[in-house]
Each structure stands twice: as structure tokens, then as C-alpha cells.
């Protein structure tokens, strides 16, 4: 396995860890500091998010075998993470739903006679709003980061895709050349045996002649 792979692993193995304890934590706090826990949360989400694109990468680049091994340990940690998103959004509009009652709540005290109802159903409508906003551009980013992670993912594929049929080229050029090679080698032979071939009748048309030399010599004596 790469060693660049381990390095990112542990990091975000270490980083959930951490963002699963703060979300237990956040779940029972209050005010200010749920708040800047959850501020906390999101930021270490951030980074999470950045290795896995990194490890993403990492795995891509390596071979077919170990790659698929570790694309699959990849789902695991994304499906993990999407679920430690899913608790934080569950906290922030527990949050953010208890903060309007509590602003309702004063404001009845405050003043009963100047707040009606149609006021305080306004002001959750607002809130509403706010929180289908707040999700809408969560969704958005998310979307964003994964469109980002598909067009990562394709230009790998598409650079592998390169490089194998270079060394297809290649291979198919050197196997060119190894039949022009054989074709040489195959041409000069064929030209050697018809050479041996002539020289050798040569010779049989040699004997023969004076053989017949010898036995009309014979004859004649």
C-alpha cells in the first residue's frame, strides 16, 4: 500500500474520531458555546472532506489491484462522514429552531400586547427560510466538492487511459520493427541457399561432364 495513502488515512481516521466525540459534546451544550463547537465541527469537516479528495487521488494513481482495495475502504470513510454531516445539520436546526422559540418566548414576556400571532408566525416562516438556505448552499457546496471529485477522478482515468496506448504504440512499434528485422534476416538466408543451391549444380554438372570425358576416353583407347 502507498505510504502516501496511510499518512492521509490516519490523519482523517483521527480527525472522525475527534468530530464524532465533538458531536456528542455539541448535542448537550447551549448558547455561545454550541455555537463555537459546531463552528469547530464544520471546519474539521472542511478538512476531512480535503482527505479524502487527497487519498482519492492517491488511490487512483496507483495499480488496478491495490486501487480497487483501497476505492472500496474510500465509500466506507465517505458514507461515515456523510452521517457525521447529517448528525451536525440535525444539532444546528435543533439549534437553531430552539433559539426562535426561546426569541418568541421573550418576546411574549417582554411585551404580550405588542407581538401577535400572525408576528410570531412570520418570524418562524423566517426562520424556516433561513434554515432551507442554510441547507440549499450546504447541498450546493457539496455538490460542487463531489462534481470536483468526479472531474479529478475522470482526468486520472483518462491520463492512465494515455498512457496505455503509449506504451501500445510502443509496443506495436518495436514488434514492426522485429518483423522488418526477421524479413532482413529471412531475405538474406533465401538469397544464401539459392547461391549455395547454384554452386552446387555447378559442381554435379562438373562431375557428370568428365565422367562422360573419362568413359569416352576409355572407349576410344
Request: glycine content about 4%; charged content about 30%.
Amino acid at each position: 500500500m502507498s505510504e502516501v495513502f496511510e499518512g492521509y488515512e490516519r490523519q482523517y481516521c483521527e480527525l472522525s474520531d475527534n468530530l464524532t466525540r465533538s458531536c456528542t459534546s455539541a448535542s448537550v451544550l447551549h448558547g455561545e458555546l454550541k455555537k463555537q463547537k459546531l463552528s469547530e465541527i464544520k471546519e474539521g469537516l472542511d478538512e476531512a472532506d480535503a482527505l479524502i479528495r487527497k487519498m482519492d487521488l492517491e488511490a487512483r494513481s496507483l495499480q488496478p489491484s491495490i486501487k480497487a482495495t483501497l476505492l472500496a475502504k474510500l465509500r466506507e470513510y465517505k458514507h461515515y462522514l456523510n452521517n457525521l454531516k447529517t448528525d451536525v445539520k440535525r444539532i444546528t436546526s435543533t439549534d437553531t429552531n430552539q433559539a426562535a422559540r426561546d426569541e418568541l418566548l421573550e418576546s411574549g414576556i417582554d411585551g404580550t400586547t405588542t407581538v401577535s400571532a400572525d408576528q410570531k408566525g412570520r418570524l418562524l416562516m423566517s426562520t424556516e427560510r433561513l434554515n432551507q438556505s442554510t441547507d440549499r448552499i450546504k447541498e450546493s457546496r457539496r455538490t460542487m466538492l463531489e462534481t470536483e471529485e468526479l472531474g479529478v477522478s475522470i482526468l486520472q482515468d483518462l491520463h492512465q487511459q494515455r498512457q496505455s496506448l503509449l506504451h501500445a504504440h510502443s509496443t506495436l512499434h518495436a514488434v514492426d520493427d522485429n518483423i522488418s528485422k526477421s524479413k532482413k534476416i529471412l531475405t538474406t538466408i533465401s538469397r544464401r541457399i539459392n547461391k549455395n543451391k547454384l554452386i552446387l549444380s555447378s559442381i554435379i554438372g562438373a562431375l557428370i561432364l568428365a565422367i562422360l570425358i573419362i568413359l569416352y576416353i576409355k572407349l576410344v583407347g
